[in-house]
């Protein structure tokens, strides 16, 4: 089994910076695919930014340039780290885990990220 929570949400102004943590239980967490998620109310999911398991990382478009993927594979944790925050990254994100062996998807239960303009 695996579990995910996520940390470091907040209120920050326009401009700000916050960093997110995502912390794994398990034994797959260093073989996994990992990666970020947010949902803005009344939008769907969509993915922010990922990581491989050889720390190559992807981001959509709207935050290339301010936010940074990465992942300490020792201590079983991913973080994301976004500066320069506008008000429409507010929304929930959630940490996703996908199992090398079964490609089964795992969540966090979600952190809020409010960004005040």
């Known amino acids: 089994q695996v579990q995910l929570v996520e940390s470091g949400g907040g209120l920050v102004q326009a401009g700000g910076s916050l960093r997110l943590s995502c912390a794994a239980s398990?034994?797959?967490?260093?073989?996994?695919?990992m990666g970020w998620h947010r949902q803005a109310p009344g939008k769907e999911r969509e993915l922010v930014a990922s990581i491989t398991r050889s720390k190559s990382t992807n981001y959509t478009d709207s935050v290339k340039g301010r936010f940074t993927i990465s992942r300490d594979n020792p201590k079983n944790t991913m973080f994301l780290q976004m500066n320069s925050l506008k008000p429409e990254d507010t929304a929930v994100y959630y940490c996703n885990l996908q199992s090398p062996y079964t490609g089964y998807d795992y969540w966090g239960q979600g952190t809020q990220v409010t960004v005040s303009s």
């Open positions: 398990g034994r797959i967490f260093s073989a996994a695919a």
